[in-house]
């Protein structure tokens, strides 16, 4: 009887393979694809289960204003923060007098298209992306801070890079979960950024949002968790705004 039964279950197992062509799974798998990646310590995939899981709050409120002037110079170099990033990324740099105002560059590449991107001051194809991007940051608690820490937001570096106007326009105010680079090459580093960011000021992602990080850096888990920047309060002195 035992062996009838026996029979029976292993031609049902046979059955389901053939119908769905899964695998049929032992006791002891649990019949999953196994665990999820979880990074070494350092590691941008490790850092992702640190970040806070949250719904989008509502967008209301929000204006690019509520992050202070644009481009501030939180530093205090001299030099605004555009011009800044500009210098970082760009080479080649010409300046229009002195070495804050960058009159002329290239990005070799631009990170997020790939292809090699001319910049000349007034009419440029380059643009300076919020790799979190400032409404993101809103809808995710950056409503909730103070005006210094938006500021300093807006102007920490660590959050800024140089790309092409084109595929960054496309972007939006897009998240991991619905935008990523075109550029598949910058796509583990542009994700680590994202993740250093908001593990830096607290800013909390969807849960689409933490998968599709792990989806992206499970591809890479020895990407390291970018450091540095700026403060995460701008000086007194922005405040006001």
Sequence with gaps: MLRGVGRAV??????????TGCEATTAGTGGDAGPEPQGKAGSALAAVDTLTVKGRAPKTG???ERFGSAWADTDSNGCDTRDDILKRDLDGVRFTDGKCKVAS??????????QTVTYARGRSQVDIDHLVAL???WQKGAFQWEPGKRIAFAN??????????????????????TWLPPNKKY?????????AVK????VWVTAAERDAMKKVLGACPDQKLPTG???????PRFHAR
């Design 62 to 64: 929000y204006s690019r």
């Design 135 to 137: 409404s993101d940051a």
């Design 187 to 195: 796509r583990c580093t542009y994700v680590a950024g994202q993740v």
């Design 10 to 19: 292993a031609a049902a197992v046979v059955a389901v393979v053939a119908v």
């Design 229 to 235: 920047g700026n403060p995460t309060a701008a000086p």
């Design 199 to 202: 593990k830096k000021y607290g």
């Design 105 to 114: 560059g290239a990005l070799r590449p631009d990170p997020y298209s790939g």
């Design 156 to 177: 920490d570096p660590l959050n800024l890079v140089a790309s092409g106007a084109t595929p960054n326009r496309s972007k939006g105010d897009g998240d991991t979960a």
